[in-house]
């Protein structure tokens, strides 16, 4: 049988893979996208009901114009399949509190949310600890000295519906999905790439390598050495009191002064009685095949006692439900959007660093553009992997 060949074939199909074969399908590139699973599942990075998106992104100004231009991606999608992606609920980004001997310039995360949405005429506005209790009571306990700024712009996005929208969309427009089939080997010849699965093999011009967690071990050198696995725990707590929550509740980021600890969360799903907070750890790697996949309820336990309990009302410590995710982190936390140094023909996406969702629908239409005219409207040069040699 002949070898099946593509103009394009997109490795992982998750948030940016899923993204970037619907945005290569829609100019009606010949392209095909392979996952060793069937996504959206949950088995990488994109699952768990919920992520946060804003526009004001104090990870850097690079992401803003990403974050903007993926809401409006998810809008258009929204419309065009008859589906709910992003919940405009706003967001809140808080300092539980504040040093009164805090240097005049020093900056958190808080700080830099405010900063940014002034340089980008963003609409937001600057809360202190009584205007934040009083327009949100699950924020009672807070300190006097907390400040906030909220986004109301900003909300979650649903991952899971995200992803099957784009890859729906992919479909119809004459993509073609392989699904339940792993990328063993990415062999690169002068006119192309061959793509060795088990049992079977595809060509395509040019590869683009959206592998999440598993991206490492398929690409080798630099990327075995740049990207570290962190597995990350999901928990739904209980909710106690639902009157603590107004109806229009915000996503919300919390961290503790200078930055030391943060947990995020969003607001209640109508009919789930829950809760969901998280908060993230960087010290741990993992390997992708032998992530921990039980989440601890010991660890729980511990999130509600640090930083629920002692700056939000109306929750409960028992869980609803719980989850593993793995972020793929960079040495920088920032993206990885490039050239494979040592493999012509193939762009690796390393999106991740526990932020990557927000910007996944923009970057798939960028790096649909490269590959149709050569260059996208948003500049991906930020990302490149220059900045780690
Ligand atoms: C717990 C958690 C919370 C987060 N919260 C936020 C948030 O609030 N806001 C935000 O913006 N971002 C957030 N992020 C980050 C965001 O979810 C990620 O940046 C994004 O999901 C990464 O997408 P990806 O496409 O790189 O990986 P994935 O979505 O995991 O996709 C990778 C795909 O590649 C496939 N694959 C891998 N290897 C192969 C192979 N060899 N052959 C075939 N297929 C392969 C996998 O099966 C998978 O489907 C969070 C991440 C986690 C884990």
């Excluded at 060949?5 to 399908?25: I, R």
């Excluded at 992708?288 to 640090?306: C, I, M, T, W």
Aim: glycine share 8%; charged share 20%; aromatic share 8%.
């Amino acid at each position: 049988m002949p070898t099946p060949e593509f103009d394009v074939l997109v490795v992982g199909l998750g948030a940016m893979g899923a993204a970037t074969l619907y945005q290569l399908a829609k100019r009606g590139v010949k392209v095909a996208g392979i996952d060793r699973f069937s996504p959206p599942h949950d088995q990488g990075s994109s699952h768990g009901d919920t992520r946060i998106t804003r526009q004001a992104v104090g990870e850097g100004a690079a992401y803003v114009p990403l974050a903007i231009r993926s809401q409006q991606i998810w809008r258009e999608l929204e419309a065009e399949l008859d589906v709910e992606l992003f919940e405009q609920c706003g967001v809140l980004v808080m300092t539980a509190s504040t040093d009164p001997q805090r240097p005049a310039d020093a900056r958190d995360f808080t700080d830099n949310s405010i900063e940014l949405a002034r340089r980008y005429g963003i609409e937001h506005q600057v809360l202190d600890a009584g205007e934040i209790r009083q327009r949100f009571p699950q924020f009672a306990p807070l300190d006097d000295s907390a400040r906030g700024y909220f986004e109301p712009g900003g909300g979650f996005v649903r991952p899971e519906r995200c992803i099957e929208a784009q890859l729906t969309r992919a479909r119809q427009l004459r993509a073609t999905l392989i699904t339940g089939q792993q990328v063993l080997e990415l062999k690169p010849g002068a006119d192309g790439v061959e793509v060795i699965c088990q049992g079977s093999r595809f060509k395509a011009r040019q590869v683009i390598v959206s592998a999440g967690i598993w991206s490492a071990p398929l690409l080798g050198a630099p990327f075995d050495s740049l990207l570290r696995v962190c597995r990350q725990q999901l928990y739904w707590f209980r909710l106690d009191q639902p009157a603590h929550y107004p109806a229009r509740s915000p996503s919300f980021i919390l961290h503790s002064a200078e930055d030391r600890d943060t947990c995020y969360g969003f607001p209640p799903i109508p009919g789930e009685g829950s809760v969901k907070i998280a908060t993230e750890q960087y010290e741990q790697a993992s390997q992708p095949d032998s992530l921990d996949r039980q989440p601890s309820s010991a660890d729980a336990q511990r999130l509600f006692r640090e930083l629920v309990a002692p700056h939000m009302a109306g929750l409960a410590p028992q869980l609803v439900k719980a989850s593993v995710c793995a972020y793929t982190v960079t040495p920088d936390s920032g993206f990885i959007i490039d050239r494979h140094p040592h493999l012509a023909h193939v762009t690796v996406v390393s999106a991740c660093s526990g932020h990557g969702f927000k910007h996944s629908a923009a970057i798939g239409e960028a790096l649909a553009q490269q590959v149709v005219d050569g260059r996208s409207e948003l500049d991906l040069g930020s990302f490149s992997l220059q900045r780690f040699t």
